[in-house]
């Protein structure tokens, strides 16, 4: 068995820090949100809708009569904290980043369509010994993104994708978000672009992320840069 080294476990830190930033963001961008629908103000849903006006209707509650000054006190303690919770998430991402640099495989997996930094980041960490899964279908199976199987005596059953639950549900969003950018991409392959003509697209998100995953795992067990897999990008 492999152990993880020091730099590893920075990695593991700083990426499960980076996981649980955004919903400390989001609940408090949903508080301020919430305060202010109550008193029929109202936003765009996109966080840069509500950074562009957030402040400007908290200082129109602020001269309404109707408004204790408390809300809005609390209003204007909690905004700042939200563009302080932004900054930290870029500070996470700048940090995992720089250390996972200095890794081996880094770049390998950075070569992978849809892959950002903090997805091959987690990957080091989560494929640092990739015998650990006996194949990139077991691999897709314990992160939530193809069906588990289980058996003795030479028989084998297939049962169901596993719930949030009951996976690494963490690495199942990253890897679905992944698959959003690889149906979005101009070099997605031939394969991406029947299934997209052809099934339903919550149902191509996953098949994509499914076969990303397996193909992460084979990059990792043997060393081969994404360009040479065409099954999610076209070949260029």
Known sequence: MRYR?????????????????????????????????GYGLIMGKSVNAF????????????????????????????FPKVKEAMAKIKELETNIESIAKTLKHYDLFQS?????????????VLLCNPEVFKNGREFA?????????????????????PKKYECNNEVRTLLVQCAHAICRSKHKSDWVSSILARKPKKVVIIAVANKLARQLWIMAKKGEKFERRFILAAAQ
């Open 112 to 124: 992978a369509l849809g892959v950002g930094p903090i997805t091959a980041a987690t990957m080091l």
């Open 51 to 78: 950074l562009a006006k957030a402040g400007s209707l908290i200082v129109e509650l602020k001269e309404r009569a109707d408004v204790s000054p408390f809300i809005v006190s609390e209003l204007n303690a909690l």
């Open 141 to 161: 199976a314990y992160i939530g993104l193809a069906p588990k199987s289980s058996g003795s005596d030479g028989k084998n059953f297939v049962t169901h994708i």
């Open 5 to 37: 080294s020091n730099l590893q476990r920075s990695v593991t830190w700083a990426a499960n820090d980076e996981n649980e930033a955004p919903k400390r963001k989001s609940r408090k961008i949903n508080h301020i949100r919430g305060i202010l629908s």
